[in-house]
């Protein structure tokens, strides 16, 4: 089993920046990827950023530039640094990790409970 968990989120100000941090831990392959999904009201769900853990990264073309993911120093960690913030971003924020990387965009099996991100005009 693994439990996923991220935090980070709160409220901002458009053009604001903010880092969000997801850990998993428990029973963890070595070769996995951590991924940042968001869903706001109303929308489906969508995959915002992944990162495996040999330093490969997939961003959706609607934060390319504006947001970087990365791996932590710590084991099975890793970051999503969210720049130039929009009120389109606004959503909760789920870090979610799968084992392997044979994809970066599917095949997830746990979630952590997710963090709300709210950018205000």
């Known amino acids: 089993q693994v439990q996923v968990e991220e935090f980070g989120g709160r409220l901002v100000q458009i053009g604001d920046s903010l880092r969000l941090s997801c850990e998993a831990s428990?029973?963890?392959?070595?070769?996995?990827?951590l991924g940042w999904f968001r869903q706001a009201p109303g929308k489906e769900r969508e995959l915002v950023a992944a990162?495996?853990?040999?330093?490969?990264?997939y961003h959706v073309e609607s934060v390319k530039g504006r947001f970087t993911v990365f791996r932590g120093t710590a084991k099975n960690t890793a970051h999503l640094q969210m720049n130039s913030l929009k009120p389109e971003d606004t959503a909760v924020y789920y870090c979610a990790f799968r084992s392997g990387v044979t994809s970066l965009r599917s095949g997830y099996e746990y979630w952590g409970q997710g963090t709300q991100v709210t950018v205000s005009s």
């Open positions: 990162v495996s853990s040999g330093g490969t990264t």
């Open positions: 428990g029973r963890t392959a070595n070769n996995n990827v």
